[in-house]
Nanobody, 126 residues
Framework: QVQLVVSGGGLVQPGGSLTLSCAAS????????IGWFRQAPGKERGGVSA????????YYTDSVKGRFTISRDRAKNTVYLHMNSLKPEDTAVYYC???????????????????WGQGTQVTVSS
């Protein structure tokens, strides 16, 4: 049974940093994609970043390029989202998701993912 456990959210001041973790278990295939999504109040859930399990191909939405970094620890089956230079507009509930047939060119799309972890609140405020 696939399970994704998210941790690492919290309150941080503008310009600060946070790292989110997504610990995965129950996967039976070597290839999968882990994506990070976020949803702010009153807005749709949107893709933030994603990474493939085997060759480490990555995706970033434009608003986080240069500030966020996604990485993976294959031994721990954990994907991290390192968030730097955080802005108030990064405030949202962050989710991780796993997809097993995800098209690389569509890594930002919600419909490319099969399993979802619980959300974690990230609040950027002074």
């Amino acid at each position: 049974q696939v399970q994704l456990v998210v941790s690492g959210g919290g309150l941080v001041q503008p310009g600060g940093s946070l790292t989110l973790s997504c610990a995965a278990s129950g996967f039976i295939t070597e290839y999968y994609v882990i994506g990070w999504f976020r949803q702010a109040p009153g807005k749709e859930r949107g893709g933030v970043s994603a990474i493939t399990s085997t060759d480490g191909n990555t995706y970033y939405t434009d608003s986080v390029k240069g500030r966020f970094t996604i990485s993976r620890d294959r031994a721990k089956n954990t994907v991290y989202l390192h968030m730097n230079s955080l802005k108030p507009e990064d405030t949202a509930v962050y989710y991780c998701a796993a997809g097993f047939g995800t098209i690389l060119s569509a890594m930002s799309r919600i419909d490319q993912y099969d399993y979802w972890g619980q959300g974690t609140q990230v609040t950027v405020s002074s």
